[in-house]
């Protein structure tokens, strides 16, 4: 058995055709199945780790299965221009909303998107992950009804000139995300 879809990482509502099939030397295969049809649509409607299982059966009777994992994650829409530098030492304002794959904005206060850790991107060295004024207890971004988005108030204090990355974690999502800003 081969499961070639699904395999890896999906946005949210991306779509997703599933592609596995089944072998047998022997007296050949009676069924091989899933749920969701080889070509069919695989769902992605749901932020998290996911399975995907496969069962065949020859003609004898005999049956086997083959499971899989993939993922599906948030779509991140910066609301920023990541190209314009701030001065070193200012609040970097990151403002994002949690999408969709066709870019539509999920984000709701009931999401937590949680700041892990920041590094300047030529160096690849950890920059300290901080927020001005205590704008954003415990690393959470702050969520602005207003806006309909997530923001951190990113305190650049002893951040040299350079591209940085901000990773964060999104609610369910299993993938540590990232978006880039520049500190001049």
Same mark, same amino acid.
């Given at each position: 058995?081969?499961?070639?879809?699904?395999?890896?990482?999906? &946005?949210?509502? /991306?779509? &997703?055709?599933?592609?596995?099939?089944?072998?047998?030397?022997?007296?050949?295969?009676?069924?091989?199945?899933?749920?969701?049809?080889?070509?069919?649509?695989?769902? !992605?409607?749901?932020?998290?780790? /996911?399975?995907?299982? #496969?069962?065949?059966?020859?003609? #004898?009777?005999?049956?086997?299965?083959?499971?899989?994992?993939?993922?599906? @994650?948030?779509?991140?829409?910066?609301?920023?221009?990541?190209? @314009?530098?701030?001065?070193?030492?200012?609040?970097?304002?990151?403002?994002? /909303?949690?999408?969709?794959?066709?870019?539509?904005?999920?984000?709701?206060?009931?999401?937590? #998107? $949680?700041?892990?850790?920041?590094? $300047?991107?030529?160096?690849?060295?950890?920059? &300290?992950?901080?927020?001005?004024? +205590?704008? +954003?207890?415990?690393?959470?971004?702050?969520?602005?009804? !207003?806006? +309909?988005?997530?923001?951190? +108030?990113?305190?650049?204090?002893?951040?040299?000139?350079?591209?940085?990355?901000?990773?964060?974690?999104?609610?369910?999502? !299993? !993938?540590? $995300?990232?978006?880039?800003?520049?500190?001049?």
């Amino acid at each position: 058995m081969t499961i070639t879809a699904p395999a890896g990482t999906y &946005l949210l509502g /991306q779509m &997703l055709t599933a592609d596995y099939s089944c072998a047998d030397a022997g007296s050949g295969i009676a069924s091989c199945s899933n749920a969701v049809p080889s070509g069919g649509i695989v769902n !992605t409607r749901t932020v998290g780790s /996911q399975s995907f299982t #496969v069962t065949a059966t020859d003609r #004898v009777g005999n049956s086997a299965s083959l499971a899989g994992a993939y993922a599906v @994650v948030y779509n991140i829409c910066p609301l920023y221009d990541a190209g @314009v530098a701030k001065k070193s030492g200012s609040a970097y304002p990151i403002k994002l /909303q949690l999408c969709d794959a066709a870019g539509a904005n999920l984000s709701t206060s009931s999401v937590v #998107v $949680h700041a892990v850790g920041v590094t $300047h991107v030529s160096s690849n060295t950890p920059a &300290l992950l901080d927020d001005t004024g +205590n704008a +954003n207890p415990d690393g959470d971004f702050r969520y602005d009804a !207003t806006a +309909n988005a997530y923001v951190f +108030n990113l305190s650049t204090k002893g951040y040299a000139t350079g591209v940085y990355s901000l990773m964060f974690t999104a609610g369910s999502d !299993t !993938t540590v $995300h990232s978006v880039m800003f520049a500190i001049k």
